[in-house]
């Protein structure tokens, strides 16, 4: 869990695109810490449910550094254990911010034939669960389907006001209410590029707008 009050990493110990200076106010999580966290996740996937096929559908695009770097490490620890998994990875899309505010209509612009999904163990793997509100509307899709299992592991999740929150079954951090960027999270397609969780200052903001 990042408190409130953590101030974060400066900027100037690590290395980040230069087209992002400026642009940046802090790190809040760096790139080699996701990836270890994340190979403990993967640990605790395989200890739960291990021994299944599943089928990792990841929701594109926050969620493509998370699930590949996610699958990878299951995929190590699989070879290196008793226990096998075997995995299929599909995609989903959605979309709902613009700018950093969330938008009232989650829209499904992508993604394949859901009923594939039916009688499968499914582990979905998103980057960010803030209000929850996107994920209960994925997951009540995905429910019609009738799927033998649907566990959710999801990279962050927000610390919001609402007590209603909704909690997955796995995740790498509990963060501030702060909008972050990097690690595929973006701000209008921006910062996708960039390896660390970081927070974008004003500047940043205002540059990307749409
Ligand atoms: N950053 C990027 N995308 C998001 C965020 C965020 O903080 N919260 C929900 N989607
Ligand atoms: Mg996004």
């Known amino acids: 869990m990042i408190s409130d009050n953590w101030p974060g990493y400066s900027l100037d110990l690590f290395t980040y695109p230069q087209h992002y200076y400026g642009d940046l106010e802090y790190v809040l999580i760096p790139h080699g810490i996701i990836v270890d966290r994340t190979e403990r996740l993967a640990k605790d996937i395989m200890q739960d449910i291990g021994d299944n096929d599943i089928v ?20 190590n620890l699989s070879r290196n254990s008793e226990r096998f998994i075997s995995m299929k990875v599909d995609f989903v899309r959605l979309k709902s911010y613009h700018n950093d505010q969330s938008m009232q209509d989650m829209q499904i612009i992508g993604g394949d034939d859901l009923s594939k999904l039916t009688g499968k163990n ?7 669960v803030g209000t929850g509100r996107t994920m209960k509307v994925l997951l009540n899709n995905i429910e019609k389907y009738k799927p033998k299992m649907i566990k ?5 999740v927000k610390r919001t006001s609402r007590p209603d929150g909704y909690r997955p079954d796995y995740y790498g951090f509990e963060i501030p209410d702060l909008f ?20 974008i200052n004003d500047h940043g903001k205002a ?3 749409v």
């Open 56 to 75: 990792v559908l990841c929701v594109l695009k926050g969620g493509y550094k998370f699930c590949a770097d996610l699958v990878e490490h299951i995929k």
């Open 122 to 128: 499914v582990l979905i793997v998103e980057d960010i």
């Open 152 to 156: 959710v592991a999801s990279l962050l």
């Open 180 to 199: 972050v960027v990097g690690y595929a999270l973006d701000y209008n397609e921006h910062f996708r590029d960039l390896n660390h969780i970081c927070v």
């Open 207 to 209: 540059k990307y707008r």
